[in-house]
């Protein structure tokens, strides 16, 4: 063979090891991409839901551990830039479950309740909450069964379509996990077709009468507040709903916070169903935590940051709140200079808040099958 044709041999395998190679890892990607998918979170993830929640980025890695004994599940898929798609974890009853409720709570919610009756809530960036019962787990301090907290993350859920297939994708892996762990409870239903989580509705104060926000419509307001708005953030079989009023916008509002849809929160009402952690708070409630307690420890409560009511609903513990709005205390009009209020202006936010709580509780009450309502003592 000659120096010439020596030379177009060696150029011919060059070229040809190099198409082998770039064949090699064009198809190797996406087999890749399509095993991960397959296999990730014990193979139980919808693929169609899937495929609506990730974005065009190849998959990198996926994880998963379980441990029957403690009731704990992990699971995360990640893209190739480490970026998590889908995450599950399970919290059963005890601190692990104590310090991510505290979180939460920590968090406003719920940023968004879910529809159909699903015991839960969307927090923010698409994690959902979800709280089934458990009751291999035996029965709670209120005599009901114990509830494992379930959190699905799908990080890149932002449009509709996508927020639906997060919610169908949470509900699923948490009815697959509630099966691993023997839990024994009825598995929670499937989301109609294109049902999402709702953010809640925003009316005029003066709509939000015979709502499930009547209480905000019905007691005395702060003055700035009477034709304000109000967010009604309640479902049924909800674990956890909000009700906030809102002063009415100002420009002010929209350079603070953003173009704003709402002025500043004055009052917010919140609900919590079934046993949490105790040490939850909440934005504008005080320094202390919200007296959730455990089983019987959940009693009335009243400053005049917060008033606490407590019932029980089908059974379980459901503890009602009142507080101020996270950048609002009610105060006379001082000029710039703080001054603290006086024990009658303390008295009259402890008497203005049980109202809250008192009109709050009493509605909810009637419209659920609760009972044993206890409300804080009038000051």
Avoid at 169 to 189: F, H, S
Avoid at 338 to 367: C, G, H, I, M, S
Wanted: with cysteine.
């Amino acid at each position: 063979m000659g120096n010439g044709a020596r030379h177009r041999w060696w150029w011919r395998s060059a070229c040809a090891l190099v198409v082998l190679v770039v064949v090699g890892f064009s198809v190797r990607a996406p087999v890749k991409d399509w095993w991960l998918a397959r296999e990730a979170c014990g193979g139980k993830l919808p693929q169609g839901d899937l495929r609506t929640v990730r974005t065009d980025a190849r998959l990198g890695t996926e994880r998963e551990s379980f441990d029957l004994d403690s009731g704990q599940y992990h699971c995360v898929l990640k893209d190739e830039r480490d970026k998590v798609v889908v995450a599950v974890d399970t919290y059963p009853e005890g601190w692990e479950r104590d310090r991510k409720l505290s979180s939460v709570g920590s968090a406003h919610p719920p940023h968004a309740v879910l529809p159909g009756g699903l015991p839960g809530f969307e927090d923010e960036n698409s994690l959902v909450h979800l709280m089934p019962e458990c009751p291999r787990d035996g029965d709670g301090p209120s005599g009901k069964p114990r509830r494992l907290l379930v959190s699905t993350w799908t990080y890149f859920a932002k449009t509709r379509e996508e927020k639906a297939a997060m919610l169908r994708l949470a509900v699923r892996m948490t009815n697959e996990v509630t099966g691993k762990l023997g839990c024994g409870g009825e598995p929670l239903p499937a989301p109609e077709d294109g049902a999402v989580p709702d953010t809640g509705a925003y009316v005029p104060r003066a709509k939000a009468k015979g709502t499930a926000c009547n209480a905000l419509a019905t007691t005395r307001v702060p003055e700035e507040g009477r034709d304000g708005q109000v967010r009604i953030a309640i479902a049924d079989g909800g674990v956890v709903g909000r009700c906030t009023l809102y002063a009415p916008k100002t420009d002010a509002d929209d350079a603070y916070r953003r173009k704003s849809r709402t002025g500043r929160p004055l009052v917010e009402l919140t609900h919590w169903r079934g046993d949490w952690a105790p040490g939850i708070r909440e934005f504008g409630s005080g320094p202390g935590p919200l007296p959730l307690g455990r089983g019987a420890d959940w009693k009335p409560a009243l400053t005049e940051d917060r008033a606490w009511a407590v019932a029980t609903c089908d059974g379980e513990n459901v503890g009602f709140a009142a507080h101020w709005g996270y950048d609002y205390r009610p105060q006379r009009e001082t000029g710039e200079k703080y001054e603290p209020p006086t024990a009658a202006e303390r008295k009259e936010q402890r008497v203005l808040l049980r109202e809250y709580v008192a009109a709050f509780a009493n509605d909810r009450v009637r419209r659920g099958n609760c009972a044993d309502l206890k409300l804080p003592a009038k000051p």
